[in-house]
């Protein structure tokens, strides 16, 4: 048996994979600040990953009788959609908390505290294809996931035994994508770009990012290295 643990998972691609995993059989612990979810495999940590003394706080529990366990870090903010030199500092500092600082603790107490777990162990980070290519007014976000694709590569330098994966999902029919649509166009220029792809139809289900996610757990020989896009699948 399988138990994985989910940040952000109150919505989209977060929720779709509980309810994916919870088809399986598997044993599901979701970290977000809403509950969303009731079921008899599910266990729910409410958790504001901007609070880092909390995240560092949280213990992960393990039985022996687990084949695996998987981490998957979801949750991410898109910040403050301005250009730099706008920004107001705190929501730097916050998007950096949520999209970077609380994924790389969670990641390092997951590896520090089951370290006697003789399971297989599995990272999944939710990445972006905004780690690779700049977007105006996306400063934050495109950093914040440029730093967990190369946290990944280290670990699976690092941890050669773990499987570890940094995944863009694509343009997915998520709250995020609602907000982008919802930015001035004085603040986002690309913003034109993301309401054509919502209205002819583009974007993906969280469904069925979370069904193809979770085929890549099952079958990691799929996987396009450690960083990667579910596009080149």
Known sequence: MKKVII??????????????????????EGIARRDAIVHSNYVHHTLDLSDLKSVQEFQFTVDKDLDEVVLINNAGWLGEVKPIGELQSENIQ?????NITAP????????????????????????????????????GYCASKAAIDMFSRVIKEEHPEIG?????????DTAMQKTIREVPAEHFEDSARFHD???????RSSADVAKQITDLIEVKEKARGTVFSLREL
Not at 13 to 21: D, E, K, R, W
Not at 94 to 98: E, S, T
Request: no cysteine; hydrophobic share 45%; glycine share 12%.
């Open 7 to 28: 940040t952000g998972t109150s919505s989209g691609i977060g929720l779709a994979l509980v309810n994916v995993f919870l088809e399986k059989g598997d044993i599901v």
């Open 94 to 98: 916050r998007i950096n908390d949520i």
């Open 104 to 139: 790389f603790i969670l990641i390092n107490s997951f590896l520090s505290q089951l370290k006697s777990f003789g399971g297989k162990k599995t990272i999944i980070n939710i990445s972006s294809g905004a780690a690779q290519y700049p977007i105006k007014s996306w400063g």
């Open 164 to 172: 570890v994966m940094s995944i863009a999902p694509g343009v997915v």
């Open 197 to 203: 792809m919502y209205d002819s139809g583009e974007l």
